[in-house]
């Protein structure tokens, strides 16, 4: 737990921790305070910089985050500066020790809810699409065309209805039938068709692409209107435009399939569910020195606090927690739970190393002068967003999340790929922190941004939902990470968020397939 | 050339040819006819599938498309159904003898013209775009939405601006800085910006993506409004996210920059120039077991047409050439530019086996029961589009196209992709085989769809532009060809394509690029 009672000055992000976090620039002699007391600084420390806070002799390790970023390769006095000239990756072999470390369940929160639209399946949205599923890119200005049609005023008369949505995407053929991006592909438009916050879905494919209809239909067992209550079959879930004869009459058609389904979309309401069901992806992007200071560990609070309520928090961006993985192998509830995290590491090497290159999450020179000083650091920053619970499961890309609690799921760094694999995956709410000033949205899924600095913030007021920069200015971390609970509790109820507004996340729906575009 | 007095049973490809292909089903005992006589039909021979018009000799070679499709492996008498059963591929060791094929140049053409934008490098546009790039997938919808500005409607007073285009996609972070994928993705950015169908552009990024727009314009050189006369300086060019203070502002932003340029795009017009400023992409997709035997043949003759006007054709796909590559070799001008298409095959083999596959165009089930028996026939069929003339130059993927002649661009077969790589190559006009009914249409360049077959053309009228299955009710293939020749001039000139009309081509810009997404 985090102290609250440190100086102003300095960000403590555990209260294990033998350094602290320069929340502004800090001249040598300023007053100090920790928990274990008052001093002076010795050095002139940047801000976003560490500073000590206790005695760490030569070859001791150095805790941030209450986990070790490197030893001491020299003896390093309170108040002094640790950076590169006396902190180091002595040993960057890591110890994987499975379960070794497995954190005590939290304190269960029972009475958490929001107003959320209940599925067949014990899945709960919270928002209520019609979904237009482009199956290939061949087919995608016709899911648009469709989608086009139901614009905001067209749909006044659903108000239950969040929006008719194109799901569109750049693949679906030039690739190996039954081939790995074949399959994953195919369970990515299973988990947008199943998705919870989609009420009902159409198929549109041109009809002779490898990412075949049929195949896709039986291998993922999709029927139709998946959720919504009173539908009164299957009927007809796919067109094909080489089957309807062409651009025009499978628009039509789809114009009037969609018609059809929405008095029944739109039949479902909000109501009171528990916390639970809240299913919550994890990223960041565009990050800065703060990331892993204010709003990274801020949403770590927040995932907690679902985890406590028995709701999902995601993790991923495997290529960003490389350096940390074996914190989350030791906090895995089991040895098979650690070993497919390993298994998704050494895969990521090989992946990277068939295009000659080799994983490199090392701080970069623009790291370095943000005050980040080892690999271990770097990525205990980006990981900080999970919290401190233990990791429960492990998932493939774009695979359905079905365990409660803190899971992984396996995707690139690059934001519209990484969410798009954990909103298939059913996640519910996004929550992306930001520090440069992304502006992503992504549908069907709400995603909440969370500023890791002031400035930031207030610039781009428009596109951001949670200013977590206040933790430079005095706010305790654990009060920025209940604000961002709040937040989650109040857009999982159906308040908009900025991305929202400005209707943004039409064109994010980016789907990561490994293998050759033939 | 081909032969134009064969009986209507029939379709010869080449008067050298063995081999023939039966148009309709043809019955045991039939009158058939060939340039060298008159003969019976001894088998029953589907539609498609190929007819003996000599004798052929056990081992000897059988030709179509004037081109070895394999050996007999029994003795065959004309009339009889060749096939798996008496042909097949003995030496699959292609001898790439380059350069021991070079055709005569074909007799110019030098009166054939189109009303062409004429910009100020010797490029000529048959569009006059105004382009609003989006570097990455971050911005892809703020450039959405300053293109949404301009509606036909609002761009009623610039009856020269043929609209104002977003050209968004799913790439351009998470990706190796300086590696390849990042310097294909520039190429492909400054292939748009500089495109002689783009009179003005507008770059917009987020602002802290790998590929960044500084790093674009000093690489690529590009300049404001490049090919707009009359423009008073590069100007601002590049609109970043972040700077400008989010979406919104970015908006409003690239909307006045838009509209500052509208009224110097508008002031070109268009004016006659010779048809050696055409570039022609070839491409199939959802091809059948007509597209070697109509449609693509045909457009080979246009291909022909357009070299003897001094302009230049462009295939690609390599992955659907292989198997043929020997043919184009033979036809290179040099042993460089064999070289070049050799290195690009070998690429391609080792590209598919970092993958554990391997390149493999064999004709599959579908493709033998349609008629095509070996590889090399198959890809025969596919080269067809290029016509007959030497092979003059070799492009890596979306490399700037400056010979003029018959070129070949490495390209995946997968169409969105095999395109997107020819327009940023600088292709003003796209030729689209489809046999299955492809809907494919793409921004800024026009693309003609030609059906293989009369049913899919008249299911799918209002997608296709010309009709190429008459070849298979009796009209020559040179005749066809003449017609696609004649409908490139007319939509050069400004004859909307259909694909035009249904407004299809803002989905359909997907780089190819290869490298691991991080
Ligand atoms: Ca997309
Ligand atoms: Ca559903
Ligand atoms: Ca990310
Ligand atoms: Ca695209
Ligand atoms: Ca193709």
Redesign the interface.
Known sequence: MLDEKISRSLVMLDSFDNVAVARTSISPGAALKCTDGEFLSVDSIPAGHKVAVAHIAQGASVFKYGQIIGQAIADISPGQHVHSHNLAMVDVHADYAPCSQIPEPPTAIEDKTFQGYVRGNDKVGTRNYLAVISTV??S???A??IAQRFPAEELAKYPNVDGVIAM???AG????FG??AHHTLNRLMAGIANHPNVGGFLLVG???ETGAMGYLLKQQNLIQIEGVIGTDGPGPLVLS??DE?????TVEAGIAQVSKMLPKVNAIERQTVSARHLSVGLEC??SDGNSGVTANPALGIASDRIVACGGTAILSET?EVYGAEHLLTRRAVSPDVAAKLIERIEWWKN??A??G?QLDNNPSPGNKAGGLTTIAEKSLGAVAKAGSTALVDVYQYAEPVAAQGLVFMDT??????SVTGMVAGGANIICFTTG??????CKPTPSIKIATNTPMYE?????MDVNAGTVLEGESIVSAGERIFDEILEVASGKKTKSEQ???????F?P?L?????
Chains 1, 2 share one sequence.
């Open positions: 890119n061949c995608a200005s016709v648009k065309f569109k995407h750049e053929c030039g690739m190996q081939g790995d041109l009809g002779c435009m080489q004869g062409g651009t025009l009459r992007g565009g290529s992946y990277v068939m295009f290159a690139p760094g690059y934001d519209p790929a440069r000033g992304s502006c992503f949205g610039r781009m007021s428009a596109d400005q209707g943004i996340g039409d064109e994010e980016v990561w490994v293998g050759p575009t033939l």
